[in-house]
């Protein structure tokens, strides 16, 4: 016998009057076999008995407190829908109003009371008045939806009689197979009035200010340029700083109208069929001006000849015109700018690379938002509006390419521009190592 045996077979007389009592209470008042077994069915009779109430009353407990949590997630819900800024009303499926809740009653003048069980028509004005009747069925009829799953912008009625705008998003739901529809709806007057007043400040500034500031700029040009004869030297140089002044306003006028046309989609494109290497030769003679400046000169390393894409040729000038004087405006005296271009699948490729400081680390996650410019000495020397990267990313992007810098780049920094390739690709050795412009 080991340790574990003479501990248990030892123990074993110890358990049995726990174990079963009534056998030895039962032996002591002399029951008989049968009775002791009578007597032990009537114990488990009562305990299953004593079991079932217990799971009766446990089951009834889980249903109160299931019953407590969706009566606390209903007042949850309501408090959620009465306390929104936005107004909420919930439909049948036959249009009448279920719930209208607080920030609706004040958006629409009406009181909830007196709304719910009404058809939500009352809320719109004509055509969709109505028509609304006829949305329902026919979502109900075929599936078709109107509004459903998306957000929309539509007029609504207060109780006054009078129209207003309103954001509208509607979702279904089926709740104990009733089909009910919930409208979440925003008032955009003031957003329409301040949109209607920055049309109108974009158009002042397009025309009242961006058409005296040419002229301005260009009586300077024609005085800069002697053609009024010499100045005295220190006219001549207030003169100066006055006609680089004006171009840098232009430069932010123009650039500020594009953000904002890009922005709001009015910008206009004009789609061609082009071909790449002439847009890339018209850029770089474009932007000489600003080489000779900084004494940088522009080289076409790699040649794509019979390269074309589609796109619009003064927006694609913008963008390369954009690259092309950040990377003369940051690249040292006497260095030169690369212009490298490819093809990658069915794509063009553009590399623009100088020998400048880099991008700043801090900078690159911004790079192409608005405003966005170094904070170094070099940076603020060269001028600029910290927009033009942004402004030729959204034009990229309506050409359905992409733009972007090469990160890692041991010295300098390196711009790519990739668009889709019109056409059959010509070979690679089309390729023209060191041809300089
Ligand atoms: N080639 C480059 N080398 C170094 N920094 C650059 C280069 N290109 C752009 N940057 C940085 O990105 C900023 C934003 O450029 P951009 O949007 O074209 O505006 P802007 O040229 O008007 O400053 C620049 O001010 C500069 O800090
Ligand atoms: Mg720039």
Redesign the pocket.
């Given at each position: 016998m080991n340790r574990y045996h003479r501990r248990h077979l030892g123990r074993r007389p110890m358990l049995l009057p726990f174990a079963v009592p009534w056998a030895s209470e039962a032996g002591a008042a002399g029951l008989s076999g049968a009775q002791a077994g009578t007597a032990m069915a009537l114990v488990i009779a009562v305990a299953v008995v004593l079991m079932a109430g217990l799971a009766l009353h446990r089951e009834q407990r889980r249903r109160e407190v299931v019953e407590e949590a969706l009566a606390a997630s209903k007042i949850q819900q309501q408090a959620l829908i009465d306390t929104m800024v936005d107004a909420v009303i919930i439909i049948d499926d036959m249009g009448r109003i279920q719930n209208f809740n607080p920030a609706a009653e004040a958006m629409f003048g009406h009181a909830a009371s007196k709304v719910i069980g009404q058809n939500i028509r009352l809320l719109m004005p004509e055509p969709h008045h109505s028509a609304h009747d006829g949305y329902l069925a026919r979502h109900k009829e075929t599936g078709v939806r109107c509004v459903l799953g998306r957000r929309s912008e539509v007029e609504a009625l207060r109780r006054d009689g009078s129209r207003f705008p309103v954001e509208l998003a509607v979702t279904a739901m089926k709740i104990h197979g009733r089909r009910l529809f919930s409208g979440l709806l925003r008032d955009i007057t003031e957003r329409r009035k301040v949109e209607r007043l920055k049309d109108e400040f974009i158009a002042t500034i397009s025309h009242e200010l961006r058409t005296p500031l040419t002229a301005i700029r260009g009586s300077l040009g024609l005085i800069n340029g002697g053609v009024v004869g010499e100045l005295p030297a220190q006219s001549a140089a207030l003169i100066r700083l006055a006609h680089d002044n004006s171009e840098r306003l232009l430069l932010l006028v123009d650039d500020l109208l594009d953000v904002e046309r890009l922005g709001s989609g009015r910008m206009e494109f004009h789609f061609v069929s082009l071909a790449l290497m002439p847009l890339i030769e018209e850029a770089i003679a474009k932007n000489a001006a600003v080489a000779e400046k900084h004494a940088v000169q522009c080289v076409i390393v790699r040649h794509l000849d019979g390269a074309s894409v589609h796109g619009d040729p003064q927006r694609l000038l913008q963008v390369l015109g954009?690259l092309l004087s950040?990377?003369c405006?940051?690249s040292p005296r006497d260095s030169t700018v690369e212009i490298d271009v490819m093809h990658r699948e069915d794509r063009v490729r553009i590399d623009i690379r100088?020998y400048?400081?880099?991008?700043a680390e801090e900078?690159r996650p911004r790079?192409f938002s608005r405003f966005?410019?170094?904070d170094t000495g070099n940076?603020r020397q060269s001028g600029?509006?910290?927009?033009?990267?942004?402004i030729s990313k959204a034009i990229v992007e309506r050409h359905g390419g992409e733009i972007g810098f090469v990160p890692g780049a041991e010295v300098g920094?390196t711009?790519y521009l990739e668009l889709a390739a019109l056409g059959s690709m010509p070979s690679p050795n089309a390729i023209d190592q060191g041809r300089k412009e």
């Open positions: 954009n950040n990377a405006k940051f100088d400048g400081p880099g991008i900078l790079l966005a410019q170094g940076t600029g509006t910290g927009l033009g990267l942004c920094t711009f």
